[in-house]
């Protein structure tokens, strides 16, 4: 059985880091896709970045420059560092997974029907 298991969200100055956690198990975590995705009240849900089975990684554009995602085979475990946050990064959160061996045909973050598993989410808030 997949679980997804997001943490590390938080409230935040804007300008300030997070880094975001998902505890992945039940699945071939080096072999996976990953990817995180946000969704804030009243607007659809985003892509923000996702890393394929070769560990090539690919960003929203909002987010490039300031986001790292990352994996950890040992600990199975994907992170999401935030740097410079902004006010427009408040969301909650998702770590979502794809079973199987896959690779990013172009550096797009996927659609979120491309993931199969979905954690609960975590929230980040950011003030000014």
């Known amino acids: 059985q997949v679980q997804l298991v997001e943490s590390g969200g938080g409230s935040v100055q804007a300008g300030g880091s997070l880094r975001l956690s998902c505890a992945a198990s039940g699945l071939t975590f080096s072999r996976d896709s990953m990817g995180w995705f946000r969704q804030a009240p009243g607007k659809p849900r985003e892509g923000v970045a996702a890393i394929d089975s070769d560990n090539q990684a690919a960003y929203a554009d909002s987010v490039k420059g300031r986001f790292t995602i990352s994996k950890d085979n040992a600990k199975n475990t994907l992170y999401l560092q935030m740097n410079s946050l902004k006010l427009e990064d408040a969301a909650m959160y998702y770590c979502?997974?794809?079973?199987?061996?896959?690779?990013?045909?172009?550096?797009?973050?996927?659609?979120?029907?491309?993931?199969?598993?979905w954690g609960q989410g975590t929230q980040v808030s950011v003030s000014s």
């Open positions: 979502a997974a794809r079973l199987g061996r896959s690779r990013f045909s172009n550096l797009l973050v996927p659609a979120g029907g491309f993931f199969g598993y």
